[in-house]
């Protein structure tokens, strides 16, 4: 019986269980935090010349059309070459979403930020480019886009 209290307890405390019942942590970021280290890492990879593992974005997007639990990390680089981190982790109803651009040497360095929002939608650009945005944000909704091509 001590033994199973134990073994519950600790689960409790593992640090890679989420409340939204996804148990698999993120890959650990190692620096410096290229774009070749982001794509190994199964990181969606946005650079200015083109879009690194869009098939784990599409992926990401079938499972939140279906409401199935997912999550994704997105890497997107500067024109500098800094790293700037979203991680998404929908749980069947709403998208946890954490921003994080302390690798970016314009970054705001005041840590990661976190919101939630109910969905994704498309945005058109002026210059007729299609973007994928987060939606129904508590805090922002600007915080998040990746281009639909």
């Known amino acids: 019986m001590l033994a199973l209290m134990l073994l519950t307890a600790c689960e409790a405390n593992d640090p890679t269980t989420k409340a939204s019942g996804i148990t698999q942590a993120f890959p650990e970021i190692i620096e410096p935090h290229n774009p070749e280290q982001a794509e190994q890492s199964g990181d969606v990879v946005v650079l200015l010349e083109g879009i690194r593992n869009r098939d784990k974005w ?7 059309k279906k409401k199935h639990q997912d999550q994704i990390r997105v890497t997107k680089y500067t024109i500098e070459g800094g790293s700037i981190i979203h991680e998404l982790i929908y749980d069947g109803t709403a998208i946890q979403f954490t921003y994080d651009d302390s690798r970016d ?45």
């Not at 599409?58 to 939140?64: E, I, L, Q």
């Not at 650009?125 to 998040?144: M, N, P, R, W």
């Open 105 to 149: 040497l314009y970054g705001s360095k005041q840590g990661m930020k976190t919101d939630t929002c109910k969905g994704i939608g498309t945005m058109k650009s002026e210059q007729g480019h299609i973007f994928y945005v987060l939606t129904g944000c508590e805090k922002e909704e600007d915080a998040f886009s990746i281009s639909k091509r």
């Open 58 to 64: 599409n992926t990401f997007m079938k499972n939140v």
